[in-house]
């Protein structure tokens, strides 16, 4: 199996990227060629008759009255200033409207991104070997055809343009003067909208052709498409060991808050659920700690240790772990049974709560001052 007939996949968003800053995307220049001759059509439309008829006026007060004037440096001066400025007026504009239709043809075809690593100097474009293997590949064939129709089609469109050219009574019986500069303007017109016509269908055919060129090089392979989300995602090793000790911290802060917990409800062997309940803090039981087996085991431990109270149910121990979230108050729907369990502590443990509030005074100043320790270190 051949290396292009096993890229079977589309390319990732960080292939296409990396392409596009390098340049390799489609686009044709035929295209910025049609944005321009649109642009020079619609100032033809909109201004071309307003300067024409201002240079009308120029020549007409120029060469209809040279009996009038002395021709000296002066008066020459003060003519030719008048024409060019006239003309710059028309000229100026123009070529400005025709550089932003161009940059715009050029930021549609690259999304309007830039690629700088294109612009980047590269030895292997002054091969000669590489040069000649690009005019005789597939795409210099494409190329060599798009040139020909792009010729065939402007020579139609001059030789159709002569024809009806050279069939204008100008050319063969007297006319009015003004009839010149008509004339001028619908021949300009007509060939502008002809060139836009066939440029655009032959750019349209060789951008899409372009597109799909560019789309079937950057296809990858499986592998080549696994190795990229491999490095995108990290070592798979780094990962595991990224999420062992987020499991580590997590188990170190909840054992930590286990003897500020109002109770310990248990399984009584394979669940262990630490819970505390603050009035007028609290809208409800809030999960400090919860673990299975052996984490659940250390829980009760501690618990024990800090003479924390301990309560044996099964149902409730399993649904608090099931669906309680550490650091969240817990369901609902458990509110009454931990109701229940609360209320049986407190009328049995009194001593207990009365110590508990200085703990977790305690408890709270300890954590302010790791988190200031912490933030001083950083």
């Not at 000296?72 to 003060?78: F, I, K, L, R």
Request: glycine share 6%; net charge positive; charged share 25%.
């Amino acid at each position: 199996m051949s290396e292009q007939s096993s890229k079977t996949e589309q390319p990732t968003e960080k292939r296409l990227r990396e392409a596009h800053a390098e340049g390799q995307f489609a686009r044709v220049p035929d295209l910025n060629v049609v944005f321009i001759l649109i642009a020079a059509a619609m100032m033809f439309l909109f201004t071309a008759k307003e300067y024409t008829s201002r240079i009308a006026g120029i020549s007409v007060g120029l060469f209809g009255q040279l009996g009038k004037y002395a021709l000296n440096p002066d008066s020459m001066s003060e003519w030719v200033s008048t024409s060019v400025m006239t003309m710059l007026g028309f000229v100026v504009p123009m070529g400005a409207v025709c550089a932003l239709a161009s940059i715009l043809a050029g930021g549609l075809q690259s999304r309007f991104r830039l690629s700088p690593k294109a612009l980047e100097p590269k030895l292997s474009r002054l091969n000669p070997a590489k040069g000649f293997s690009r005019v005789f590949s597939a795409q210099g064939w494409v190329k060599l055809a798009t040139d020909s129709a792009k010729l065939a089609v402007v020579g139609m469109i001059v030789w159709s343009a002569l024809k009806k050219i050279m069939a204008d009574p100008l050319f063969y019986t007297p006319v009015a003067p003004y009839r010149l500069g008509s004339f001028i303007y619908d021949t300009a017109l007509t060939l502008i909208w002809r060139f836009v016509l066939a440029l655009g269908c032959v750019g349209a055919f060789n951008y899409v052709y372009q597109l799909r060129r560019i789309q079937k090089e950057l296809m990858m392979s499986k592998q080549e498409v696994k190795e990229e989300n491999r490095s995108a995602e990290g070592d798979p090793h780094v990962r595991m060991a990224r999420r062992q000790m987020a499991r580590r911290l997590m188990q170190k802060q909840m054992l930590s808050a286990v003897p500020t917990a109002d109770v310990v409800v248990t399984n009584p062997t394979h669940f262990a659920v630490a819970l505390k309940y603050e009035r007028g803090a609290d809208k409800a039981p809030v999960v400090l700690a919860k673990g299975e087996r052996l984490f659940a085991r250390r829980i009760k431990e501690l618990a024990a240790n800090h003479q924390v109270p301990m309560i044996e149910n099964k149902p409730v121990a399993r649904m608090l772990f099931k669906y309680g979230r550490v650091g969240h108050p817990i369901p609902t729907e458990l509110y009454q049974a931990v109701a229940d369990i609360l209320a049986f502590v407190y009328r049995t443990h009194r001593l207990y709560f009365h110590e508990l509030k200085r703990r977790r005074d305690e408890f709270q100043r300890a954590q302010t001052n790791e988190r200031t320790a912490k933030s001083n270190l950083e």
